[in-house]
């Protein structure tokens, strides 16, 4: 592809590819490794909550320091580096308090990494935003390889091994990053305005409420989905698999996004998106003992997450321009993934000793078909005022 010839495309992606093979050790196996470690079900809640609510503050701390600096991947190398050193005490901790203290500690640094990376990934890529799946679908690859992987290895060993394996991925993590050199910022639509005077443009905040209760609806699935499929019999190889399944749909969204976006406006495939989150989270609910409803499910991962992250990377690049896109990609990160994050594992831990996820999966439903009801009142709506207004 022409496209790869005028940036550093697989040192872009081989930091993409380890990134998310660590996700793909944590958001599987986490819970069940915490479930190992003695941890009930509302102390997993919590825990997951915990690491969330570190992703609101942390971005938008390095974020800013990103934007003031612009020393973007020497930022990204100090979280990796300090990540490793504070995960090395997994192995000596047994206590919901300590474990609290390493997932905040572990929390705080890993937000350095992934918003400034696609900063830069973003500035490489001079505004061809819809290009950037080519790239990310390799942490899609990564994430695949290693829930395949761990899958058929936790059938043979215990789960109690997980952190090895990820000590593993955060040193690879490292060395990806000190082959990639930042990129400069892309000036020519920059903006006068002040950061809080784009954020908080009423389309703006629009997207970014809908974005947030996509991520509530996701936080039952990040962190009780295995163990809702392990209390249904589900073995840790078929568990593998369908988590697979629905990485696998990612990949195959961020091959042809960019096509789509050709032929579909971004505003609707948000709504379009958030529509079949619903549809997702309430199937999963009510068939989790029929298997070919949930590996039907598990492929509209593709649009719950691929779909939804491709039109998010859009519109923030498109909000946020110039010296504000650390903070932009920042907030994102903290109000989606982290609020929204912590918010949907929380409730879930609670929802969670009901019926053993039933209800859980019905309310990550209801939450984002009220995401899909924003997105339709007021993204649709104002799109066309905002892209003009920076």
Known sequence: MSEHNALPYWRLSSFYFFYFALLGCISPYWGLFLDDKGFSAQEIGELMALFGLVRILAPNVWGALGDYTGKRMALLRLGCGVCFCVFLNIFWVSSFFWMAAIMIGYGFFWAAVLPQFEVVTLNYLKGQTDHYSKIRIWGSIGFIVLVAILGWVFDFISVKYLPIFMLALLLAIFISSTTVKGSESVHEHETTQGFLALLFRPTVLAFLLAAFLNQVSHGAYYTFFSLYLEQAGYTNSMIGLLWAIGVLAEVGIFLIVHKIFAKVDHK???????LLGGLRWLMTAHFVDTLWV??????????????MHSVAMHYIHLYFKGKHQGQGQAFFSSFTYGAGGALGAYVSGWVWQDDLGVTMFEWAGYSALFGALIAWLWVMQGDRSVRFSG
């Open 268 to 274: 609707t495939v948000l709504v379009l998106s958030l």
């Open 294 to 307: 949930l590996m039907l499910m598990q492929l509209l991962h593709a649009v719950t997450f691929g779909a």
